[in-house]
Every structure is written in C-alpha cells, then in structure tokens.
C-alpha cells in the first residue's frame, strides 16, 4: 500500500475499484484516522493516555489497529477551500468498523474501533492500493 506518485496519482484514481459498504479489507498498514490517546497525536500532550482524539496514524505504528474491518459507510466529501491550498476537491472517504475475533490476554477491549480513511483526493489518511477480501451481504449489515 505505497502512495503513489502525484504524477500517477489521478490517473490510477480513474482506475482503481473504490470500496463499498459491505466490503472487508485487511489492513496492515497505511495512514487512518482513530481516536486514539491525545499522547500520540500532541507533542504537548506527552504521557496523556486517558484523552482521546481523531487524528491520523500509522496502522504500522498502532498495531491494535492492524486487522480486518468492515466497511460501513463511504461517500464524496471532505473538500472545500482553504488560503494556503485553494480549492480542495472532495475525495472517496471511507468508514469502516474493526472485526474482533477474540479479546487480548491483557484485558483491554478492542470493541467499536473505528476509522477512516480516503481512497483518492489530497487528505492525510490516504490508503490507495486496497482490494476486498470478502463482501457481507447487504441483508446483514441492515
């Protein structure tokens, strides 16, 4: 899951199958966004463990986040306009939910971990190459 080149980039969006609900990805590593302790998002919150935040990670780094998920949301969103970057376009955002098989032996609860992420566009959670591993019908997610 390397980025790609920003010469590539737009014409392998054109290409590239984006994520559907229902859709189950394996991710073991790329940017998302999490809530996670404000200690790994903040220099200024060095050792604060018991706030929380969303801000983008490394799934590398984080490894609780390394797993499978399903997909339960997507959509075209997140542009706008900004001075220093002008016109920002809307790009293929995803949510997805973490599958717990089992629970660690250290007692924390991996339950309800969410992310998110964009497939094309200029954000900074980016997962370009992601291809599905299994598909849940529709009659189950509803």
């Not at 980016?126 to 291809?131: K, Q």
Request: proline share 4%.
């Amino acid at each position: 899951m390397k980025r790609k080149g920003i010469e590539n980039m737009f014409q392998d969006e054109k290409e590239m199958k984006l994520l559907e609900e229902g859709d189950v990805i394996e991710l073991k590593e790329g940017t998302t966004y999490a809530y996670v302790p404000k200690h790994f998002l903040y220099d200024n919150y060095s050792g604060v463990f018991d706030e929380f935040d969303h801000g983008a990670v490394s799934i590398k780094d984080m490894k609780y986040l390394q797993g499978k998920y399903i997909v339960h949301h997507t959509a075209m969103d997140g542009g706008g306009s900004s001075v220093r970057d002008g016109d920002v376009a809307d790009g293929h955002h995803v949510w997805c939910d973490k599958i717990v098989e089992e629970r660690p032996s250290y007692g924390h609860s991996p339950q309800n971990i969410r992310i998110d992420f964009y497939q094309t566009g200029n954000f900074t959670a980016m997962i370009f190459d992601i291809t599905p591993i299994n598909k849940i019908p529709e009659k189950v997610l509803n």
